[in-house]
């Protein structure tokens, strides 16, 4: 991973979640602001910024893993991560495909979507990137797989700070020594819903366009790969493409 993917995967969705987090803290509770601002005005314009790129690495890397843990559970992703599943269901009835074990022997299904994503990320990476066409379709396809990974992770990022936020400011109002600012409230609560809803709409419509260009070119390239290994033979006797799952 080069410093540009780095940068889009960890550091952005941290730096999304420290921005918005201050602002619509401070917001809420003008006193904390005064407070926060001494401490950052000590660490000298050169410090905060440090400090605020290292802080969001490391959350951006803690979300990103978050992220990676819940995605097969998360209900959001759901109709993408079901997607091999179906494809291979679909080439299976075709007759194009046939899923073998390290035996070379065939394997029915219930294949479940783990298994599925398994099989279909073995013959990409074995098969569709073996010429500069194919080369520039992986790039690209990676390119939207970084985009939607910093997605994902940017909106378990805004979930978290909203719950924290939401934490915060109760405690604030509580507290008869805090002047809390109940417009700023109003606003933080407006930016918050709507920030984490079009990060998770955007995740969710990234995650769509990526399923559907990674599978529609895996779908081609075994249809391609079981034309030519069939050519000039009879109907009744061509063979599927052989697709390797290790259990």
Same mark, same amino acid.
């Given at each position: 991973?080069?410093e540009i993917k780095r940068y889009i995967r960890f550091v952005l969705p941290g730096l999304s ?17 005064? @407070? ?6 000590? +660490? ?20 990103? *893993?978050? #992220? ?9 992703? @759901? ?5 091999? *599943?179906? +494809? ?7 007759? /194009?495909?046939?899923? /073998? &074990? ?23 990476? *074995? ?6 066409? @194919? ?5 690209? +396809?990676?390119?939207?797989?970084? #985009?939607? #990974?910093?997605?994902?992770? !940017? ?7 909203? +719950? ?5 400011? !109760? ?6 020594? &805090? ?10 609560? !407006?930016?918050?819903?709507?920030? !984490? ?26 249809? #391609? ?7 000039? /033979? ?12 290790? *259990?």
């Open positions: 991973m080069d979640f420290v921005i918005i987090f201050a602002v619509t803290t401070w917001s809420s509770n003008p006193t904390l602001f005064l @407070k926060s601002y001494y401490y950052i005005k000590q +660490l000298g314009e050169l410090g905060a910024l440090g400090g605020l790129l290292l802080i969001s690495g490391a959350l951006g890397y803690i979300f990103a *893993q978050i #992220h990676f843990a819940i995605y097969w559970f998360n209900p959001i992703s @759901k109709i993408v991560r079901n997607e091999p *599943q179906r +494809l291979i269901e679909h080439l299976r009835n075709r007759g /194009v495909c046939q899923i /073998v &074990n390290t035996c070379d022997k065939e394997i029915g299904p219930p294949f479940n979507a783990r298994d599925s994503w398994a099989i279909f990320n073995r013959y990409f990476l *074995q098969e569709v990137t073996v010429d500069d066409q @194919k080369i520039e379709i992986t790039k690209w +396809l990676d390119k939207l797989t970084d #985009h939607t #990974h910093a997605l994902g992770a !940017a909106s378990i990022g805004l979930v978290i700070g909203c +719950l924290l936020w939401i934490i915060i400011t !109760a405690y604030c109002i509580l507290q008869p020594s &805090n002047h809390c600012n109940v417009w700023g409230i109003c606003v933080s609560f !407006a930016v918050w819903t709507i920030v !984490a809803y079009s990060f998770l709409r955007n995740f969710y419509l990234t995650a769509r366009s990526l399923c559907s260009s990674g599978y529609a070119t895996i779908e081609r390239y075994i249809s #391609h790969t079981y034309e030519r290994q069939n050519r000039g /033979v009879a109907a009744g006797n061509k063979s599927p493409v052989r697709l390797m799952h290790f *259990q």
